[in-house]
């Protein structure tokens, strides 16, 4: 069966260093992958999405790689602030509906 | 505001209780999404609606779970005989219709159901 996992659950960094999220997929293999930001008691928010043709995205202090060889997804945040602080989902979609999310990564940015 | 907006934000019932939430998405939008979330778990999807046409429905919806969308516009769920393992933010989500290469959905800020 199709399984998502991000690295770790929670993750804890210094502000303004570079924060590194993990999604990693297995038995599937997706088109194109997206990442969204949660906070607490919030819906997601759409953050970027790659496709499986594209190595790498940027949008502002975000980048997304992905390795459909590896199958991971790599999200980073540079230069990384205490309002970057939420979780974040990733979400490997295929055919055109329905995403399937990770867990999420808890990303906490201490000042 | 031109969000996906779902009502109410908070419902507590008791248990065996039938309950509905409303969905209103963003207005061009052709596809309506449920999906239901727990604590700690990110959002499982529950079935999705182009324009009025329920067009997928995961196995985690029950017979007890029923989701209409009867003029392409707003939709609702409805829960009956409401059981505690219900309790969850059910989240409705809206999207264009762009084919294989990926659709950016958009979440509404979630219904919240706790089941006593």
């Known amino acids: 069966s199709q399984k998502i996992e991000q690295n770790s659950e929670a993750l804890n960094i210094q502000e303004g260093k570079t924060a590194t999220l993990t999604c990693n997929y297995t038995?599937?293999?997706?088109?194109?992958l997206q990442w969204y930001r949660q906070d607490p008691g919030r819906g997601p928010v759409f953050l970027l999405l790659?496709?499986?043709?594209?190595k790498e995205k940027r949008k502002e202090r975000l980048k997304v790689t992905f390795d459909t060889t590896l199958k991971q997804s790599l999200f980073h945040i540079t230069a990384s602030q205490p309002a970057d602080s939420a979780t974040y989902l990733c979400a490997p979609g295929a055919g055109s509906y329905q995403l399937t999310f990770g867990k999420g990564t808890k990303l906490s940015v201490i000042p | 505001d031109t969000g996906v907006s779902q009502d109410p934000r908070h419902k507590i019932t008791k248990r065996g209780q039938n309950v509905t939430f409303r969905c209103d998405p963003i207005s061009e939008h052709n596809r309506l999404y449920w999906y239901r979330q727990t604590l700690g778990q990110g959002p499982e999807f529950l079935t999705y609606?182009?324009?009025?046409?329920?067009?997928?429905k995961s196995r985690l919806l029950s017979d007890r779970f029923s989701a209409e969308r009867p003029k392409g516009s707003f939709s609702t769920l409805e829960i009956q005989r409401t059981e505690q393992g219900d309790s969850a933010m059910y989240l409705c989500?809206?999207?264009?219709?762009?084919?294989?290469?990926?659709?950016?959905?958009?979440f509404g800020e979630g219904s919240w159901l706790t089941v006593v």
């Open positions: 790659i496709r499986e043709n594209e």
């Open positions: 609606f182009q324009n009025e046409a329920q067009l997928e």
């Open positions: 989500a809206s999207s264009l219709s762009l084919g294989s290469s990926g659709n950016t959905i958009y």
């Open positions: 038995n599937y293999s997706p088109a194109y």
